[in-house]
């Protein structure tokens, strides 16, 4: 996906934002640089951005990409997720509800 977008010289930024049914959300993109205050780590040789204040939801989450029949698509196993909505979009967590909206 880098590759494909000439994004091989960004970053891929991990975040967790207020919203969905649960009253929290996933966000990935890419970054050109990290900005103060975030957490730099490398998996599989992809530079990636954490922000501190989502650091701890995100802790011991593995995103993976799986390809099927049906496409592909990310995957998102997040040990501190403690609900979750009917369409998956959304999750709690024990320490954190967010900003939950109607769906």
Not at 23 to 48: K, R, V
Request: charged share 20%; with cysteine.
């Amino acid at each position: 996906m880098m590759k494909q977008n000439e994004e091989e010289k960004s970053l891929l930024r991990v975040a967790v934002h207020g919203g969905g049914c649960s009253g929290l959300s996933y966000g990935m993109g890419f970054t050109p640089a990290a900005e103060e205050g975030d957490i730099e780590l490398n998996q599989h040789g992809i530079p990636i951005v954490v922000a501190k204040n989502d650091a701890g939801i995100l802790n011991g989450t593995i995103v993976d990409y799986k390809q099927s029949l049906m496409g592909g698509g990310f995957t998102i196993d997040n040990p501190n997720a403690i609900a979750s909505c009917g369409c998956g979009s959304s999750f709690r967590t024990k320490t954190n509800e967010g900003t939950p909206e109607n769906c």
